[in-house]
């Protein structure tokens, strides 16, 4: 990345674009937030990029989804930009600083984003979040459902109670009014002046502050010191294709490609049956993420002898050519999806897939007074955020699919399931969402699979000697897929929102 862009970016701004209504398809979006989504539609329809659209995007989801993606976290997002033929990866995770802090990077890392790929002014995307936040924000069914499941936390602390449930503490309900006025007035400062009014600005001092009272410890250096990263993607042959995954430190991008290299190098998945289906997921999960090559019980056992449908020679080539995931991550035992993201896809072709953290569920709990920002947790071994995936062409420019999912392992298992059976087994991409998943689920060798899953599929399992645990969901997916390219045939692209969230799609046209 060049100086001067990072330096622009860390100051905001960017090219400037005409707003113009787009006469014919103009895009893609789907979101874990479904206003959102909506913003997403509404800048791609008035002649905005991908790029243009995330930012957007993000800083919606930063009002209406505090939870997830909230001002005090961070996240990985990958772009495919059809003019260069290529893909990068920008990872703005947030960062522990040594006193117990976390500085947030998601600010950061959409100036960056700006900076490098967007065309409409910077002022005007944050007006549509300003604008939400300020007169029209209310609780969505996504947000309610959040609240329910982490309400023990927020009443931990009195600031982010008296912010998320109210003055009585009581249960917010879908619909209720949304009042965040020091949020919207924190994201009004960095409409004006850009990422510098958070990072650079007095405003770094009152975070600094506000967080140390909070008994989470940074310094104003800490703050300003913040710099998200712009790296080369993990590169995956897909035919005449290329997937690409994030590298370390962002989770799950080593196993997601490693998992897509089993079932299509070693393994045909797209020509077998559903039942032998589950069982390659089951393998290459566990493969993937590191279940055990043996064990003293039933589960981890069979769990090695599912692996056994690979060709051990060829598998350990392929394992060798992945770094493993490094030390401190969490292992994929968790079924939680406590992570959010988008994809979009632009009318020319240049797509943007993004997953964002708090490290958990309403990050720490934590408020920093007066600024109506909701603090990540120490990261402290958990996944997140979990790698997304662009499918491209980098000979052609042509794009074929995207996809982000949140929550560590689950996530990872969830993204490579819908990738599989829409790209390598060719099923529409509402059906490849809706299919039931499967992960295994390291130390003790079980295999979580969903509720719907079918009774051949369990059988097939169990046929291997495998332990299965029925869960609810794994994990939840934002995908759209072109089958023929998104410029050869934009008529025939789908765009999905994971029916196990609450989250929207949406077409622009």
């Known amino acids: 990345m060049g100086l001067a862009a990072l330096l622009a970016a860390c100051g905001g701004g960017g090219p400037s674009g005409q707003v113009v209504e787009v006469d014919g398809f103009a895009g893609l979006a789907a979101a874990d937030e479904p206003f959102a989504a909506t913003v997403g539609r509404d800048i791609l329809g008035n002649g905005g990029g991908a790029a243009d659209a995330a930012v957007a995007m993000y800083f919606t989801m930063a009002v209406t989804l505090p939870s997830r993606a909230g001002l005090g976290g961070g996240g990985v997002c990958i772009v495919f930009d059809r003019e260069e033929e290529a893909g990068e990866v920008i990872d703005f995770r ?13 600010t950061r890392g959409m100036a960056v984003l700006h900076a490098r790929r967007g065309s409409q002014r910077w002022e005007y995307l944050l007006s549509r979040a300003e604008n939400r936040g300020r007169f029209s924000a209310t609780y969505s069914r996504a947000l309610i459902r959040d609240i329910e499941t982490g309400q ?10 008296r912010i998320l449930l109210g003055p009585e503490g009581a249960l917010p309900r879908e619909g209720d009014k949304l009042e965040q006025l020091e949020l919207v007035t924190v994201i009004s400062g960095i409409r004006r002046e850009g990422a510098g009014y958070f990072y650079a600005g007095p405003f770094a001092q009152r975070l600094a502050e506000a967080s140390s009272l909070a ?23 897909v035919g005449s294709h290329t997937a690409f995954f994030a590298p370390q430190p962002a989770y799950g991008g080593t196993a997601g490609a490693l998992i897509w290299s089993l079932l299509t190098e070693l393994r045909d998945y797209g020509a ?7 069982t ?12 055990p090559a043996a064990g003293g019980n039933g589960g981890a056992v069979g769990l090695a002898a599912t692996q056994g449908v690979f060709d051990q020679g060829e598998l350990q080539r392929l394992k060798a050519s992945y770094r493993p995931e490094p030390a401190g991550f969490a292992g994929p035992g968790a079924a939680t999806s406590e992570g959010a993201g988008f994809v979009v896809a632009d009318q020319w072709g240049t797509a943007v897939a993004c997953s964002f953290t708090m490290n958990g569920l309403f990050g720490s709990g934590r408020t920093a007074r007066g600024t109506g920002l909701l603090l990540a947790a ?30 560590g392992a689950a996530g990872v298992a969830a993204l490579s399931t819908v990738m599989l059976e829409a790209v390598a087994a060719e099923r529409p991409l509402p059906e490849a969402v809706e299919r039931g998943r499967v992960q295994a689920s390291p130390p003790d060798g079980t295999v979580l699979i969903e509720s719907g899953l079918s009774a051949g599929e369990r059988a097939a399992l169990a046929a291997q000697g495998l332990q299965v ?3 609810d969901r794994l994990g939840r997916v934002n995908a759209l897929h072109c089958p023929r390219g998104l410029r050869r045939d934009p008529e025939a692209c789908q765009v999905v929102s994971d029916p196990r969230g609450w989250g929207l799609a949406r077409r622009a046209e």
């Open 94 to 106: 947030p960062k522990t600083t040594p006193g117990g802090g976390v500085v947030p990077g998601s």
């Open 152 to 161: 023990a936390k927020l009443r931990g602390d009195a600031e982010t109670a």
């Open 215 to 237: 008994g989470a410890a940074m310094t104003t250096d800490d703050v300003r010191g913040y710099t998200p990263q712009v790296a080369e993607a993990i590169k995956v042959p």
């Open 272 to 278: 077998a049956s559903a039942e032998e289906r589950a």
């Open 280 to 291: 390659l997921l089951a393998a290459a999960s566990g493969t993937a993420l590191g279940a």
């Open 378 to 407: 120490e990261a402290r071994g958990k996944a997140g955020p979990t790698s997304p995936v662009i499918l491209a062409n980098e000979h052609n420019g042509e794009f074929f699919f995207a996809a982000s999912a949140g929550g």
């Open 469 to 471: 645990v029925p869960v």
